[in-house]
């Protein structure tokens, strides 16, 4: 367990170095972080004075580790746009968009067990057949539209619930939607195949065999093992919805990560937008870290 353990923090600060010479490298792919700072107008001296005081004039290996020696503190350096600190920002941001990434994950989870469950154990009959269809429009409905559709619906035709902001609970309730409508198709797309799988197993057979209800078979047998793929799959959604709440976050105009990086782009903060990638992609690793344990846990097999 312990080696299983080490293998795989190996491999997630090697994803994590590789993400961060990404984000380094996209500093100059952008431009001249300098230019960013202080503008185009800016005379060729204070260009010079800035690129000093930056340290931007020194080689550019130099500027690799000291960019990685300073990442691994949190100091990803000071943005153009809000004129402060980059890692408090994003920490900052980072938890409002947990406001509607984490009630969207638990949304899912439920939703796609339930219709994981319905779908499997009435497998090829009508209730199959809608969690299918569920699960297919779901995952192929281009997340904007869905955000669209439901400003149209519910804010414009309706007005039940506010189109954009923050600040109370129903600014919460369309965003929160859209971001669980894919995680919710693909999750029950695993819970089926995962019940299935364990229906067709020796010791179902055997629970069958013994005049246990069907009921019981499902929810006391089947159910248990079902979970143990599904639980590290829906662990690891909640770094993808963090990812994808960038389109959610800017349809809806809440003031998350992912809104705060769409604005970055567009104004080319460099320092900004690098430090979003590393975050992004260290909450990527660290959850992926926490489902490989979870599997590890839960089946003793994988570890060995």
């Not at 080689?59 to 890692?87: C, I």
């Not at 900052?92 to 984490?102: N, Y």
């Not at 090829?124 to 699960?135: E, T």
């Not at 990527?284 to 839960?298: C, E, F, G, Q, R």
Request: glycine residues 6%; charged residues 10%.
């Amino acid at each position: 367990m312990h080696a299983f353990i080490i293998h795989r923090l190996a491999q997630g600060a090697l994803v994590l170095l590789m993400a961060l010479t990404a984000a380094f490298l996209l500093m100059y792919v952008i431009g001249d972080p300098v230019i960013a700072i202080v503008g185009a107008e800016a005379d060729r001296a204070t260009i010079e004075n800035v690129r000093q005081l930056y340290g931007l004039d020194r080689p550019l290996y130099v500027q690799y580790f000291s960019f990685l020696t300073n990442a691994l503190q949190g100091d990803f350096g000071m943005s153009a746009r809000y004129r402060t600190e980059v890692f408090p920002l994003m920490l900052q941001r980072l938890v409002v968009s947990i406001e509607i990434a984490l009630p969207a994950l638990v949304l899912a989870i439920c939703l796609s067990i339930l219709l994981g469950v319905v779908s499997a154990a009435y497998r090829n009959k009508l209730p199959d057949y809608l969690a299918r269809i569920v699960a297919l429009v779901g995952q192929a409905a281009p997340i904007f539209w869905v955000a669209i559709m439901l400003i149209v619906i519910f804010s414009l035709a309706l007005n039940w619930l506010p189109a954009s902001g923050r600040g109370t609970w129903q600014h919460m309730v369309l965003p929160t939607i859209t971001l669980a409508l894919w995680p919710t198709a693909y999750l029950t797309r695993i819970m089926r195949g995962s019940i299935l799988d364990v229906l067709g197993s020796d010791f179902i057979r055997t629970a069958r065999g013994k005049g246990l209800a069907p009921m019981a078979v499902l929810f006391r047998h089947a159910l248990r093992n079902a979970l143990i793929p599904f639980t590290t799959v829906s662990a690891m959604q909640f770094a993808t919805l963090l990812a994808g709440s960038m389109i959610v976050e800017t349809i809806f105009n809440y003031p998350g990560l992912g809104l705060l990086m769409i604005n970055a782009i567009r104004q080319l903060d460099i320092s900004l937008v690098a430090g979003s990638i590393a975050l992004t992609a260290s909450i990527a690793v660290v959850m992926n870290l926490v489902a490989d344990i979870l599997y590890a846990v839960i089946d003793p097999r994988v570890s060995r």
